[in-house]
């Protein structure tokens, strides 16, 4: 899987924790909204924590990033 794939499942992963969506419903906005399919899904799902909470780190700096961006313009 690449790398922007685990970022952008990281990224649904975080927003579904905020929102306590089921397991259900983010394992399917998960496909929907990254394009991939079920066993995608669930390798990433399969992750050690400690690699997730890194891309969730990484997320999170990009997000940063971004809404600094916004703001200069």
């Given at each position: 899987?690449?790398?922007?794939?685990?970022?952008?499942?990281?990224?649904?992963?975080?927003?579904?924790?905020?929102?306590?969506?089921?397991?259900?419903?983010?394992?399917q906005y998960m496909q929907d909204s990254?394009?991939?399919?079920?066993?995608?899904?669930?390798?990433?799902?399969?992750?050690?924590?400690?690699?997730?909470?890194?891309?969730?780190?990484?997320?999170?700096?990009l997000v940063e990033v971004m809404a600094?961006?916004?703001?200069?313009?």
């Amino acid at each position: 899987m690449q790398y922007i794939t685990k970022l952008k499942l990281a990224s649904v992963h975080q927003i579904c924790e905020v929102e306590e969506k089921s397991t259900e419903f983010m394992i399917q906005y998960m496909q929907d909204s990254c394009n991939v399919d079920l066993d995608c899904v669930m390798a990433y799902m399969n992750t050690p924590v400690e690699v997730k909470i890194k891309l969730f780190k990484e997320v999170n700096s990009l997000v940063e990033v971004m809404a600094h961006i916004e703001q200069t313009f």
